[in-house]
T-cell receptor
């Protein structure tokens, strides 16, 4: 089993749609969680951190379910510019630096 | 504005060549990382460094070495390039948790 698993997609949605991605992780001791965005042929960039109580940033909502070991990203009112690959990222505990990236979920938003 | 730069965007090398990939960050970050990214596999950590002259192996260090002589610079070395090292190489720095990536070097080994 992969340490961090994501549905690779692609998700093809029309503009204005709501789309959700899930990501599961295997290490229950994982400490920090993030969503990164990677545009085609570009480097990954932090989209948002994921907090235990859930958090929102504009059209984006991230949630963490520790009991089931998954995190989610919800995008409301999709824009063409949201088309990208979304990487789920998990940082493990223990004072180390082990950060595990999921393989990503591709999203295409169409007019 | 944070910045991580990598020496080359595209590189083509022959099997057996020694390859140097350079990464420089201007954010005074302690931690620096080298990843490779391959389709369907995501980013895999090769090496990381948490201080000058300190280095730790990541998940796939075989065939690679690193050097960190100055805080801002972290170099990845392919001692003898092989075709299975054809990949996108991404450098990152972080403090404390958010990682800032360079633009990547697409290396092709023929």
């Amino acid at each position: 089993r992969k340490e961090v698993e994501q549905d690779p997609g692609p998700f093809n949605v029309p503009e204005g749609a709501t789309v959700a991605f899930n990501c599961t992780y295997s290490n229950s001791a994982s400490q920090s969680f993030f969503w990164y965005r990677q545009d085609c042929r570009k480097e990954p960039k932090l989209l948002m951190s994921v907090y235990s109580s859930g958090n929102e940033d504009g059209r984006f909502t991230a949630q963490l379910n520790r009991a089931s070991q998954y995190i989610s990203l919800l995008i409301r009112d999709s824009k063409l510019s949201d088309s990208a690959t979304y990487l789920c990222v998990v940082k493990e505990s223990g004072g180390g630096f082990k950060t595990i990236f999921g393989a990503g979920t591709r999203l295409f938003v169409k007019a | 504005d944070v910045k991580v730069t990598q020496s080359s965007r595209y590189l083509v090398k022959r099997t057996g060549e020694k390859v140097f990939l350079e990464c420089v960050q201007d954010m005074d970050h302690e931690n620096m990382f080298w990843y490779r990214q391959d389709p369907g596999l995501g980013l895999r950590l090769i090496y990381f460094s948490y201080d000058v002259k300190m280095k730790e192996k990541g998940d796939i260090p075989e065939g690679y070495s690193v050097s960190r002589e100055k805080k801002e610079r972290f170099s990845l070395i392919l001692e003898s390039a092989s075709t299975n090292q054809t990949s996108m190489y991404l450098c990152a720095s972080s403090f404390p948790s958010e990682q800032y990536f360079g633009p990547g070097t697409r290396l092709t080994v023929t």
